[in-house]
């Protein structure tokens, strides 16, 4: 029996057992409803809400401390003596490997043909909401980090729910939260191993496959997939050895270089293209408020870019929360602001610069894809390069394997995070966890195992409603540590060192062995 035998008798029989499971469940999650003639996916509502309503709330935080939030991670008020593994960048760029993906480079690419170029511009806007979003659990999941006797920090909803609520609600709160944070961790495990993990592996190693002559190329043969799975695997697990500062060091130097080498690309065929920027940008607002050709007119176009925006930047999941709580600081609202920073450069940086290149290039692939022949995904983004230099494609398909493989390392440490919640943090109980994280990433050159990573997708953002309410809930403390943080740098500004007041804060850290 031939390797390819075997993997296709794998990814029938998986496919078939949980395909009933996927179904069921993406049904509910992604349950929508047709208004004025577009199909409206409530999940998407329900994130896009929690903008408004979190900008509303912080009075536009995002705009009025856009500015601190950069001088934050430029080191401006750091405190090397206080608790945490990372320094206030290295957080940030280990929190962007894991939003920063292929979704930024095939899900815009669909966005667009979709929804139109007017799609662009409701990314945008939701991104800039989601930044208000992710300023609050990021600020949460700081607050309530748990510091355990090593110097290791542990974070994310699974801490911030059950001790938030405890703290808010006392002992009906606690046992809510409780709930919460079990229900929480299995879904951050989940979507970690199949989304975060095998997708991303199997996503890089078809576009590796397509430049390097397809099937029947070097890469094409089954011993090129394991090879290739075996080599992203023994990258991953040596990483995850070292935990999160060693995650922090690979990413605060592989995202700049991975956001650096792709946004250039974008520029190059801008660049080439310049005469036409002006009408691309006349297409792209005129299309967000009287689209042609698009299901559901001006909301159908919303639709799609608040989708592709919320699936992009994962403001309000609670997955950004788990890497952000390991940075040093005594101040939470001082990591929340730099989180704010994330869907910005998510979205409305790297998916505005991937829309804005395919709607100037207009690649032959997306005319198609517009007329309903085909939705080619990462397909029309290279065939927009390819438009200025036929070798762009491999630029891409470095910006690709970077973007994976970065992706893949910051979910397998989310997924660390929610497995010893779970099952506790002993050496075995680890060692099993990163044996068998690094075994899917060997398998996800090998399979596709589809329906598992649609049903990875649906549990991710099943997690969305079960955080956001949290973050409703516990937004008055957001609020109070935001004013403390704000305190402090006017206190720092006077020439004043707000030591007394850090100190403070930081006892919301809770010590644990």
């Given at each position: 029996?031939?390797?390819?035998?075997?993997?296709?008798?794998?990814?029938?029989?998986?496919?078939?057992?949980?395909?009933?499971?996927?179904?069921?469940?993406?049904?509910?999650?992604?349950?929508?409803?047709?208004?004025?003639?577009?199909?409206?996916?409530?999940?998407?509502?329900?994130?896009?809400?929690?903008?408004?309503?979190?900008?509303?709330?912080?009075?536009?935080?995002?705009?009025?401390?856009?500015?601190?939030?950069?001088?934050?991670?430029?080191?401006?008020?750091?405190?090397?003596?206080?608790?945490?593994?990372?320094?206030?960048?290295?957080?940030?760029?280990?929190?962007?490997?894991?939003?920063?993906?292929?979704?930024?480079?095939?899900?815009?690419?669909?966005?667009?043909?979709?929804?139109?170029?007017?799609?662009?511009?409701?990314?945008?806007?939701?991104?800039?909401?989601?930044?208000?979003?992710?300023?609050?659990?990021?600020?949460?999941?700081?607050?309530?980090?748990?510091?355990?006797?090593?110097?290791?920090?542990?974070?994310?909803?699974?801490?911030?729910?059950?001790?938030?609520?405890?703290?808010?609600?006392?002992?009906?709160?606690?046992?809510?939260?409780?709930?919460?944070?079990?229900?929480?961790?299995?879904?951050?495990?989940?979507?970690?191993?199949?989304?975060?993990?095998?997708?991303?592996?199997?996503?890089?190693?078809?576009?590796?496959?397509?430049?390097?002559?397809?099937?029947?190329?070097?890469?094409?043969?089954?011993?090129?997939?394991?090879?290739?799975?075996?080599?992203?695997?023994?990258?991953?697990?040596?990483?995850?050895?070292?935990?999160?500062?060693?995650?922090?060091?690979?990413?605060?130097?592989?995202?700049?270089?991975?956001?650096?080498?792709?946004?250039?690309?974008?520029?190059?065929?801008?660049?080439?293209?310049?005469?036409?920027?002006?009408?691309?940008?006349?297409?792209?607002?005129?299309?967000?408020?009287?689209?042609?050709?698009?299901?559901?007119?001006?909301?159908?176009?919303?639709?799609?870019?608040?989708?592709?925006?919320?699936?992009?930047?994962?403001?309000?999941?609670?997955?950004?929360?788990?890497?952000?709580?390991?940075?040093?600081?005594?101040?939470?609202?001082?990591?929340?602001?730099?989180?704010l920073l994330e869907p910005f450069i998510d979205t409305v940086i790297i998916?505005?610069?991937?829309?804005?290149?395919?709607?100037?290039?207009?690649?032959?692939?997306?005319?198609?894809?517009?007329?309903?022949?085909?939705?080619?995904?990462?397909?029309?983004?290279?065939?927009?390069?390819?438009?200025?230099?036929?070798?762009?494609?491999?630029?891409?398909?470095?910006?690709?394997?970077?973007?994976?493989?970065?992706?893949?390392?910051?979910?397998?440490?989310?997924?660390?995070?929610?497995?010893?919640?779970?099952?506790?943090?002993?050496?075995?109980?680890?060692?099993?966890?990163?044996?068998?994280?690094?075994?899917?990433?060997?398998?996800?050159?090998?399979?596709?195992?589809?329906?598992?990573?649609?049903?990875?997708?649906?549990?991710?953002?099943?997690?969305?409603?079960?955080?956001?309410?949290?973050?409703?809930?516990?937004?008055?403390?957001?609020?109070?540590?935001?004013?403390?943080?704000?305190?402090?740098?006017?206190?720092?500004?006077?020439?004043?060192?707000?030591g007394e007041d850090g100190d403070k804060d930081d006892e919301s850290a809770?010590?644990?062995?």
């Open positions: 029996m031939t390797l390819d035998s075997i993997t296709q008798n794998i990814d029938e029989s998986v496919s078939g057992f949980f395909e009933p499971i996927a179904g069921w469940l993406g049904d509910i999650v992604f349950y929508s409803v047709t208004i004025a003639g577009a199909d409206v996916p409530l999940i998407v509502t329900w994130l896009g809400l929690a903008g408004i309503v979190f900008t509303g709330w912080f009075g536009f935080v995002q705009v009025r401390k856009f500015r601190l939030a950069v001088d934050v991670v430029r080191g401006k008020y750091d405190d090397k003596d206080s608790a945490g593994e990372v320094n206030h960048f290295q957080a940030l760029t280990a929190a962007v490997s894991g939003t920063v993906g292929l979704g930024n480079i095939a899900g815009v690419a669909v966005a667009v043909s979709i929804g139109g170029p007017g799609a662009t511009f409701w990314m945008i806007l939701c991104g800039l909401l989601g930044m208000a979003t992710k300023f609050v659990e990021v600020t949460l999941g700081v607050k309530y980090r748990e510091v355990h006797a090593d110097g290791t920090v542990s974070g994310g909803p699974m801490h911030y729910l059950p001790r938030g609520l405890a703290e808010r609600f006392g002992k009906n709160g606690k046992s809510l939260g409780k709930v919460l944070a079990v229900l929480a961790s299995i879904m951050i495990l989940f979507f970690g191993l199949f989304g975060g993990n095998l997708f991303q592996v199997n996503q890089s190693y078809a576009q590796l496959v397509s430049v390097t002559g397809g099937e029947d190329g070097m890469m094409g043969s089954s011993g090129g997939a394991l090879f290739f799975g075996i080599l992203v695997a023994a990258l991953v697990g040596v990483v995850l050895l070292g935990g999160i500062r060693s995650i922090a060091a690979v990413t605060s130097r592989l995202v700049p270089a991975m956001a650096g080498i792709y946004i250039a690309a974008c520029l190059v065929v801008i660049l080439v293209h310049v005469t036409a920027v002006p009408a691309a940008i006349v297409t792209i607002i005129e299309g967000a408020f009287n689209p042609e050709g698009v299901a559901g007119g001006i909301l159908g176009a919303l639709i799609i870019g608040f989708r592709r925006a919320a699936f992009s930047n994962e403001a309000g999941l609670g997955s950004a929360p788990i890497a952000h709580s390991a940075v040093k600081t005594k101040h939470p609202a001082s990591e929340g602001l730099v989180a998916c505005t610069m991937t829309a804005l290149t395919i709607v100037i290039a207009n690649p032959a692939s997306w005319g198609e894809a517009r007329d309903g022949e085909s939705i080619g995904g990462v397909t029309i983004t290279s065939d927009a390069f390819a438009t200025v230099l036929p070798w762009f494609p491999y630029i891409l398909t470095v910006a690709v394997m970077l973007f994976a493989i970065s992706t893949v390392l910051t979910w397998g440490y989310y997924g660390l995070k929610a497995w010893t919640y779970l099952f506790g943090r002993s050496r075995v109980s680890e060692t099993v966890y990163k044996s068998l994280y690094t075994l899917l990433a060997v398998a996800g050159s090998l399979l596709t195992l589809q329906t598992l990573i649609d049903l990875a997708d649906a549990v991710l953002f099943m997690l969305a409603v079960i955080n956001i309410i949290g973050l409703y809930l516990l937004a008055p403390v957001v609020k109070r540590e935001l004013n403390s943080f704000l305190e402090y740098v006017r206190t720092r500004k006077a020439g004043g060192t707000g809770k010590v644990t062995v």
